[in-house]
């Protein structure tokens, strides 16, 4: 007979083995992280830079001596000069007009956003409040209100049809309609124009954006503009309403002064009356907002360039060492669910560079408006940003996600790869390389780079808002990026997401 | 003979690694993969007969992407020794350390540039299959010069690999060189630092060899250009060959 044996019993975890602790396996990853002393250096190597670079870029920018500016009723710098065939309206009114032609006189095509149409203007001076129906050659008839505003009415042609415009005024109140008959209106919209007083000028308007001619020869760009002049023609011209004034007078808005130098080349506008009741213009100029001033946001962010290099360099070498080592053993020895090393290598480096980024970008920002401030960026023209207002919080904390982002894209093809090399390489010429070829490249292929490369995201960093009622050319070496903020920082979303995934099933899938 | 031994150590390390042939197969590729679809990118509409644009210079623009692979490979022929402790059999073999990193710059340099000739060249013959205005004008000296780039950064990524005695390291610092540099030489709003950049740093100045047309625009002349980027990449050799001799492996 036999003593009975006893056998200790197995340990077993007390944590549930579906849990076992993501926080610990944070935690470890996190000491992982912050032992190595070299990360730490190039992660505050990579903060210093951002700001840095940012600053440098900052301090060499000046601006002053410019033409004069105005100031649309929103305070944002707008064009206002357009010949104006006008006569005041005291108290309410409707303005009716049939538009029967417009042509250029330069023998050019014309603008897509020449305007011919009828406008209530608070004053004759430039900047002053607004409201205007217009045709246009190429977007139809618009209903247009403080340089800023912009509602589509219908896509009628001028060149085939006339088209009837009317506008009512009601106290603060205007609506404004399109006709192709003259009996049956559609009414484009109601809009309240603040500043609008008793009196306001009524009448007839006639504009066209300068002409911008873009060569670029892959690299080398030079835009020139000219002006160009139109000839509108309108008959049917009625206003219903009290009006002191004499009659019908002329005046161009903005005119250039005696002392302008250019004011020699541009030959006088004029109005002409036939007996009939066909009113000839002939002008130039526009009433829109005005976009060539540059970026003021986007001009405090030049560090992200750089620092993102060393997000790649973090991201890539906290997997590629622990391969290279061998410590990757250990790690799946010690959490054999693969997934959630991958998702704690993830969050815990994503974390980091976030932060690092936030704080760097945050910095450089606030210490590049200073500079810029001081080197002539001053309001009006360029008036203060708030870095807890968008467009500077959007940038601020876009470009912090844009670091984190690649630093986990970098990670996550470091799985993939399973070395250091190929993956910064890999992902360097990913996020960067596109901007690099957009410079050199034709202008379709440049912007089509910049809509499908994760180089897309840096238009997170665009503070300026372009109006779609302003032609404009989107060049990239102005620092234009043919998708908007949200959308562009999303394509480098998706190139994350999509290399998570493939290490997510390569990491399964293989041998460590 | 000590020469042709070293020589021929350097020749047989890299030959017996695949990761060389596949970097060398990359940049004929990529060389030629990329300048084709950028040549395919110009339409008779952006480039009428005569064209003002630069297709030369764009049909070369496979080098931009190229350059990195051949930064990779400079960086891991000495790296990877770093990273493996073959140096120090190197080293014991070959004790002249001065000859360790000539040889090693010679049969590289030499890999380069049959690998560059190979993928520029292609991309020259592509181009003109696809560009609806072939090419015109001296093509020589982009086509050399490009060739050249590709050889220097390789000699880049060699120095800066034993200056740094780390892979990722220098590759990090030499794709900062190749692309963040030319990045903000266009989009710094600083006129000044534009010109400076354009002209010293070694990447938008050595790329100034590809342009045939307009050459009266360029921040640095061609030839004087690809001076810098030689300039860069010697130096940092000779640098890191004083480094080398200097330190314990």
Redesign the interface.
Known sequence: MTAPTRTPAPYRSALHPARAGFGRLMRAEWTKFWTVRAWLLVLGMAAVVVVGISQMGASGSVTGGGPPIVLGPGGEVVNDSFRFTHRSLTGDGTLTVRVTGLKSNDGEALEPWAKAGIIVKSSLKQGSAYAAVVATPGHGVRMQWDFTHDTAGPSSDLGKAPQWLRLKRLGGKLTGYASVDGEKWTQLGEVGVGGLGRTVQVGLLLGTPDHEVVQRSFGGTSARSGRTTVTGTFDHLTLQGTSTGAGWTSTDIGAAGADDPNAGNVPPNTTQVSPTGTYTLTGQGDIAPQENSPDLVQMGFQGVFVGLLFMTALGTLFVSTEYKRGLIRTTFTATPSRLKVLAAKATVIAAITFTTGLLATAVGFTWAQRTLRSNGFKPPEFPDLSLLENPSLRAVVGSAALLSLVAVLALSIGVVLRNSAGTIATVVVLVVLPQILSFAFPLPAAQWLLRVTPAAAFAIEQGKKYYPQVQHNCLPENGCYPLTPYNGLAVLVAYTLAALLLAAWTVRRRDA | MRWLGSLHAEWTKLRTLPSTWWLLAATVVLTAALGAA?AS???TR??PTPC????T??TL?GV??SQ??C??LG??SI?AEY?TGTIRTTLTAMPGRWRVLTSKAAVLSLLTAVAGAVGVLSSLGLARLILPTPPDGALLRPATGSILILVLVTLLGLSLATLLRD???S??LG??IL??V???S????????QHRLQRWAPMPAGLSIQAT??LG?LAIAPWPGLGVLAAYAVGLLGAGGVWFRLRDA
């Open positions: 950028a990118s110009v339409t952006i480039c003002n644009a630069d297709t210079k764009l623009s931009q992407l990195a692979i930064l990779v960086a891991l790296g990273s892979t990722a390291g590759i990090t794709l900062g692309y963040v030319p990045i903000l266009h989009l710094v709003n600083s006129p000044t630092w047309k307009n625009a």
